[in-house]
Structure formats: C-alpha cells, structure tokens
C-alpha cells in the first residue's frame, strides 16, 4: 500500500510540475514585449523605430548604456521586421523598402562588428535612409 501511494503521488507531482512549467512557457512567450515597444500602426512604428536608432547610432560607443541600447535596437529591429515583413499592404511599400535596407545594414554591422564603433559612411547611409524612410511613412509611400 505505501508503494503504490508514493507511485502516485510521483506521477501527480510530475504532472504538476509539468503543468507548472508548460504555464510559465505559455505565459512568457504571451507577455507582449513586442506589443509594449509597437502600437501596431504602420506609420507610427516606423516613426518611432527610426528615431530610437537615428538616437543609438548618434550615441557615441563608449557612452555609458550603449551595449544595453545596442540589444534593445536589436530586439527592435526584430519584433519590426518580424510585425511588417509578412504583411503585402507594408511590404511593398517605398518606406518599408528603404527601413529594410537600413536595419539589415544595421543589424549586419552589430553582428559582425560587435565591438567596433560605425563608420563614418554606413553611419551617414543609415542616418539618411532612416531620415527617407520616416518621411516617406508619414507622406503614405
């Protein structure tokens, strides 16, 4: 009788448990960390990513927070991409083409360049393109 209460109650603690981190897991993956940086709206995102990375790539390297706000730009550029690739209204836009090519610049550099400030060049590149592709938002292309 002791042998098969504690078979049981083995099981019930692992099913528990089970259910216990399957909730977390669910819960975590639903937290909507993306949701709090973007509204969802086209032009607003655009406007918002843009300047938050116009600001970081101002920053000089050294200044202090600028590997956090490196990560941060990186999560934003993914939950961006992730939200707007995927939808043919945005996809064909002139904005979205032109923030694209800018964040993949972007994005391309902190991965293989981690510890190296921008270059003057893609710098000036991204200031413009980011610059083009908020305007362009905002006009409706």
Same mark, same amino acid.
């Given at each position: 009788?002791?042998? +098969?209460? +504690?078979?049981?109650?083995?099981?019930?603690?692992? &099913?528990?448990?089970?259910?216990?981190?399957?909730?977390?897991?669910?819960?975590?993956?639903?937290? @909507?960390? &993306?949701?709090?940086?973007?509204? @969802?709206?086209?032009?607003?995102?655009?406007?918002?990513?843009?300047?938050?990375?116009?600001?970081?790539?101002?920053?000089?390297?050294?200044? #202090?927070?600028?590997?956090? +706000?490196?990560?941060?730009?990186?999560?934003?550029?993914? $939950?961006?991409?992730?939200?707007?690739?995927?939808?043919p209204r945005v996809n064909g836009?002139?904005?979205?083409?032109?923030?694209?090519?800018?964040?993949?610049?972007?994005?391309?550099?902190?991965?293989?360049? &981690?510890?190296?400030?921008?270059?003057?060049?893609?710098? $000036?590149?991204? +200031?413009?393109?980011?610059?083009?592709? #908020?305007?362009?938002?905002?006009? @409706?292309?």
């Amino acid at each position: 009788m002791p042998s +098969a209460l +504690a078979r049981l109650f083995r099981s019930l603690s692992r &099913a528990a448990l089970a259910l216990g981190l399957g909730l977390c897991l669910m819960l975590t993956a639903c937290s @909507g960390d &993306a949701e709090a940086r973007l509204s @969802g709206d086209y032009v607003d995102d655009t406007v918002s990513v843009s300047r938050s990375l116009l600001t970081l790539i101002d920053q000089p390297q050294d200044a #202090e927070g600028h590997a956090e +706000a490196e990560l941060e730009a990186r999560a934003l550029i993914n $939950d961006y991409m992730s939200r707007y690739r995927p939808q043919p209204r945005v996809n064909g836009l002139s904005s979205f083409t032109t923030m694209q090519t800018a964040v993949n610049s972007l994005a391309g550099h902190y991965a293989s360049y &981690a510890n190296r400030p921008l270059p003057e060049a893609l710098h $000036d590149r991204l +200031a413009k393109e980011l610059a083009k592709a #908020e305007r362009t938002a905002v006009r @409706g292309n």
